[in-house]
């Protein structure tokens, strides 16, 4: 029964994720009806457990990593952890993945028992990532308040969280990142990722600009992309970034960015992959067939 249990969490505790802050789901559901309690969608209702359950001691399986090193654990335990785990804010959906190497990868990742730390100069760069980021967002609102640009409030996060992605994988030997994204906080990502100039992104907003003055020939600035080299101050080295022009809503960028990566990857002889890394971020809803992004 613990075995399933905690199967089950794996397979459908994303169902019970907490990722409607705003209760917008249920706003068309019947209210008598209720959600489904997490004991019959995750336990069954053959798996029910007592009070008197919860303080005995069961040995875990090896398809979990929730005891990181304690090969027993009591029940009450157990199902704290796997809550913690997979019924939180975050929702994990893996296990229709048909290789075992890569699930366990992601379980040991997600379920082994770790405190997250950091030094404070980790935290005080966190912090001014995001305050530039935050600021960037109020500066556009208050100079174009009219003007259509796809802002990123409410997602400011996103900003600190790729750089971070860009140092830790920049440590590891990866040099060239491509970039494929939808037009909400593109022009964030590029004043604050890529580093675009701040005047080529500015003088796009400038009503007195004719079309072939700005590159694309017209097209809207948040459609546009850029390439640009810097210094990593982090790593000491060098990064390449590449945000891939995106004129669809469609999400059609996305295969034109596996494949640069795949060509750089080519003729760079990086034939493991390890140089060149392609992050793709799609927006609400924003898959194929469908147009809407939130």
């Not at 017209?218 to 945000?243: P, Q, W």
Request: charged share 30%; proline share 4%.
């Amino acid at each position: 029964a613990v075995q399933a249990t905690i199967r089950a969490y794996q397979v459908r505790g994303h169902l019970v994720a907490q990722l409607d802050p705003l209760g917008i789901s249920g706003v068309e559901k019947d209210p008598k009806e209720g959600p489904k309690p997490t004991q019959e969608l995750l336990r069954g209702k053959d798996f029910e457990f007592s009070d008197a359950d919860m303080d005995r001691i069961f040995q875990l399986p090896q398809l979990t990593f929730i005891g990181g090193k304690e090969k027993k654990l009591s029940l009450g335990e157990i199902l704290k952890r796997l809550d913690q785990v997979y019924c939180k804010t975050t929702g994990v959906e893996f296990m229709f993945i048909n290789d075992k190497q890569k699930c366990d990868w992601i379980r040991e990742k997600f379920e082994s028992p770790r405190e997250v730390t950091m030094s404070s100069d980790d935290r005080s760069r966190l912090m001014a990532r995001l305050i530039r980021s935050t600021r960037f967002e109020e500066f556009l609102a208050k100079k174009w308040p009219s003007e259509k640009r796809f802002g990123l409030e409410g997602c400011e996060v996103l900003i600190p969280a790729l750089k971070q992605i860009i140092d830790h994988s920049n440590r590891h030997g990866v040099d060239s990142f491509v970039f494929g994204m939808p037009h909400r906080g593109r022009l964030n990502v590029l004043a604050n990722v890529a580093r675009k100039p701040l005047e080529h992104l500015f003088s796009q907003f400038d009503p007195r600009m004719e079309h072939g003055q700005v590159e694309g020939s017209g097209d809207v600035k948040y459609h546009l992309g850029t390439c640009t080299e810097r210094y990593n101050t982090v790593t000491d080295n060098m990064v390449r970034i590449s945000i891939v022009a995106n004129p669809s809503h469609l999400e059609a960028v996305d295969p034109v960015v596996q494949g640069k990566t795949r060509a750089e990857q080519f003729y760079n002889m990086d034939e493991q992959g390890s140089k060149t890394m392609s992050i793709l971020i799609h927006g609400d809803a924003a898959f194929a067939g469908r147009s809407e992004e939130r």
